[in-house]
């Protein structure tokens, strides 16, 4: 079964190879001190993964699972997902091809 991100009183529960992430802030000043605007922000490509569904099925009707847990830090595709807002937190859906890599700290 899927696992659910919930915050606050609503649950998102991903389905077959989706991942539910919260987009990690990107930093506003560089190491030079400088302040970096909004508007020459890039997107940010890193995520903490909040929910994870259960897996495609494959052509034999076996599901393959995901190789991520809630709390994984991924890398994933510049401009890919649905970013949705809910319960004034921001998310962002994705398929798990969009998933480029998980960062081990």
């Known amino acids: ?15 077959a190879d989706r991942i539910v992430i919260t987009p990690l802030k990107q930093e506003e000043v560089t190491a030079s001190g400088l302040v970096i605007p909004d508007t020459a922000k890039e997107k940010p490509q890193q995520g903490e993964v909040v ?20 709390g994984d830090r991924i890398l994933y595709a510049k ?3 649905t970013e949705i807002k809910l319960d004034g937190e921001d998310y962002i859906v994705l398929n798990e091809k969009d998933i480029l890599a998980k960062l081990v700290v």
């Open 1 to 15: 079964m899927a696992k659910a991100a919930t915050k606050g009183k609503t649950q998102l529960v991903p389905l």
């Open 79 to 81: 401009y890919t997902g």
């Open 51 to 70: 929910a994870v569904g259960p897996g495609r099925l494959d052509d034999n009707g076996k599901r393959v699972p995901i190789d991520l847990a809630n």
